[in-house]
Structures are given as C-alpha cells and as structure tokens.
C-alpha cells in the first residue's frame, strides 16, 4: 500500500466540495492545496482532482493523462489532406 493511501485512509474521509466559482483552481482531497509533496504524490497514484471551468459549467478533473488517453486523441485527429496548394 502506498503512503498516500495509508495517509488518506488516515485522515479520515472528506466530502468532496462542490466544483465552483470560488472553488476554481483548488485540488480535492483538500489537504493536497498547501502541500506540494502530498499533491504530487497523489496526482502519481491517480487520486488527485482539480477544480476546472469548462466552456459551461465547473468540474472535478484530472490533472494528469494516462497514455491511453494520448493513443485515442491521436486516432481521433482528421489526417492532413496532401490537396495541391495554388
């Protein structure tokens, strides 16, 4: 087990606060948003979340990528057209 699990199954669990105006920018679990070493090593193991506003509404999100993500938007992208240019 990890220590970043042990330590959050030590602090006991926190409500996630809703994603908004004033929570913007803020990193859940909450303790991660004055400890850098803490929000590093949750963001490693998958469990850090981030306040993010999306073209309508905020959100809870990932501030980090798996590589699987990468291989799907590289498959999604339209190919270049070789059209002759003038």
């Known amino acids: 087990m ?9 602090l006991g669990p926190s409500e996630r606060p809703a994603c908004k105006a004033s929570t913007q920018g803020w990193y ?8 850098p070493r803490l929000a590093q090593s949750l ?5 850090l979340e981030i306040c993010v506003r999306t ?3 905020h ?3 990932s501030p980090t ?19 002759p240019t003038n």
């Open 55 to 57: 073209s309508w509404r």
């Open 28 to 35: 859940w679990p909450m303790e991660a948003n004055g400890n």
């Open 43 to 47: 963001a490693r193991d998958g469990l």
């Open 65 to 83: 990528v798996h590589v699987e993500q990468l291989v799907k938007r590289q498959a999604q992208r339209p190919s270049v057209s070789n059209a």
């Open 59 to 61: 959100r809870w999100t």
């Open 2 to 10: 990890s220590t970043t699990l042990l330590l959050l199954m030590l």
